[in-house]
C-alpha cells in the first residue's frame, strides 16, 4: 500500500487560507479596546446617574469584550506550530472559540428576552434622553468595530462569531435609540420591552445558524459548502481508480478542510504525479487544503478492515 500526503497552497474560490487569521490581530486590538472604554464609560455614568438600565448595559458589553478577546485568542493558537503531541496544533480552538460566542450570544439574548417579559408584567419608567445617547455611543463603538469583521465572516466562521456579536449589538443600540425617540414623542413605556423581545428574536435566528454550523464542526462533520457526494464523484471518476472508501472530510480550523480516503486502483500505484494533481484539484475544486490519500491494489486476499461504508 502506498500513501500520499499533499497540500497545495493556490488559490481557490471557497475563501479557506492559512492566513485569514493574520489579518485580524490589529482589528481585534481595536474593537477590544473601544469595547472596553465603553463599558468603563457605561460603568462611571451609570453610576453618577444611579442608572440600574446602563450598568446592565454595561454588563452585557463586557461579556461583547470577553467574546473578542476569545476569538482573538482563538485566531492566534490557530498560527502555532504542531507539536509531536497536538499533531494539528491549535487549529480546532478557532472552531471551539466560534461555538462558546454563539453560546454567549444566545445566553445573552435569552436574558435580554427575560427582562423584556418582567418588564411587561412590571413596567418601569425609562429614562429615554439619558438612554438614547449612551445607546448612540453603543451603535458607533459596535458598528466601527463589526465592519472591521466584515470582509472575513463567510471564510472564517471564528470571525463571523466576533462579526455577529459586534452587529447584533449594534443592532439592539439603534432599537434602543428608536424606541427611546419614541417614547420621549408618545410616553409609551410599553414599547421598550416589545422592541426588546423583537430584536432578540431576530438576533436568535441569525445566532443559531453560527451555532449550528460551529457545533456540527466541532462533531467533525463535513464542512458548509463542500459537498460530499461531489467529492467522492469527483475521485471516483479518476480513470485509475475503480473504488473509494473510507472517505471522511472534516474542518481542522473555521478556515481549513482536512480530507483521508483510500483509492483502489487495480492496474497498479498511479504515480505521485496522479496523487498530487488529485490533491491540487480537491483543494481548487472544494478548498479542501489537507488531503491525505491511501492507495490499495485491490487485493482480495488482503481486504481493507475500513472498506465498509458502516465501519469508521
Known sequence: MAHHHGHSHSHHDHGHSHGHSLNYDRAFLISAVLNTGFVVAEVIYGLLANSLALLADAGHNLSDVLGLLLAWGASVLVRRLPTPRRTFGFRRSSILAALLNAVFLLIACGGIGLEAIQRFRNPSTVEAETVIWVAMIGIAVNT?????????????????????HLAADAVISLGVVLTGIAIVFTGWQWLDPIVSLGITIVIVFGTWQLFRESFNLMLDAVPEGIEPLAVRTYLVER??????????????????????????????????????????????????????????????????????????
Not at 485509475?240 to 492496474?267: F, G, N, R
Open 239 to 312: 480513470p485509475e481508480v475503480a473504488q473509494v472508501h473510507d472517505l471522511h472530510i472534516w474542518a481542522m480550523s473555521t478556515t481549513e478542510v482536512a480530507l483521508t480516503a483510500h483509492l483502489v486502483t487495480p492496474a497498479g500505484h498511479p504515480g505521485d504525479a496522479f496523487l498530487s494533481q488529485v490533491c491540487r484539484e480537491l483543494h481548487d475544486h472544494f478548498g479542501i487544503e489537507h488531503a491525505t490519500i491511501q492507495v490499495e491494489l485491490g487485493d482480495p486476499n488482503a481486504v481493507c478492515a475500513l472498506a465498509s461504508e458502516d465501519v469508521v
Open 144 to 164: 466601527i468595530s463589526a465592519l472591521m469583521f466584515v470582509a472575513g465572516r463567510k471564510s472564517d466562521l471564528n470571525i463571523r462569531g466576533a462579526f455577529l
